[in-house]
Structure formats: structure tokens, C-alpha cells
């Protein structure tokens, strides 16, 4: 994902990310699109209402993102390790996951 920028000063950078949300009852659907101007990522979850709950769309909206949102940190943390193992650079130690993997 990451090209070598040589000797290029440091400057500034703008990442765009998109939220999509799609609610087709009861299920919702969260789509983010990760644009860095290299490269685009884009990462889908969703979240599914019990039949025995309230109905509450902003709770889909909420797990349905933050699913799309934590799939697409893992998505750029491998991206990371892939150019990381290119370059030939030692790898750190992977940190303790806050909570088990989920995909």
C-alpha cells in the first residue's frame, strides 16, 4: 500500500473516509470507504435486531459501523505489516488484542 517517498519533506495528508448505513429492517448494513489518495479500502458489516427487541435503528447504526470501522483497522494494520515485511524492516511484536477477533 505505502510507497518509499525518498527525500520528500514531511507534510501534511488528508485521508477521506466515506459512511454508508442501510437499513432493510431488521438488519443493517455499514459500508466505509477509505480513500488516501494511493490507495481505496473499503470494509462491509452489519448488524441484525432480534425479533424480541425494540426496534431502536440508531443501536444497528451503531454496532453496524463500528463492525465496518474496526474491520477496516484490521484491514489497514495488515496492509501496514504486508509493506512493512516489503521493505524489509524488522516487525515489532504485535500489541495484546483489546477483545477476541470477531470477522
Avoid at 435486531?49 to 459501523?65: C, F, K, M
Avoid at 505489516?81 to 477477533?101: C, K, N, R, S, T
Wanted: charged share 25%; hydrophobic share 40%.
Amino acid at each position: 500500500m505505502t510507497r518509499a517517498t525518498g527525500d520528500r519533506p514531511p507534510c501534511g495528508k488528508e485521508w477521506r473516509l466515506s459512511l454508508y448505513l442501510s437499513e432493510h429492517d431488521p438488519a443493517t448494513t455499514a459500508r466505509v470507504v477509505l480513500d488516501t489518495g494511493d490507495n481505496v479500502l473499503e470494509s462491509c458489516a452489519e448488524a441484525h435486531r432480534s425479533p424480541y427487541d425494540e426496534a431502536v435503528p440508531e443501536i444497528g447504526d451503531e454496532l453496524a459501523a463500528g463492525r465496518a470501522l474496526i474491520s477496516l483497522g484490521r484491514e489497514l494494520l495488515r496492509s501496514a505489516e504486508g509493506d512493512i515485511a516489503a521493505v524489509g524492516a524488522a516487525e515489532e511484536p504485535a500489541p495484546a488484542p483489546l477483545w477476541p477477533a470477531q470477522e
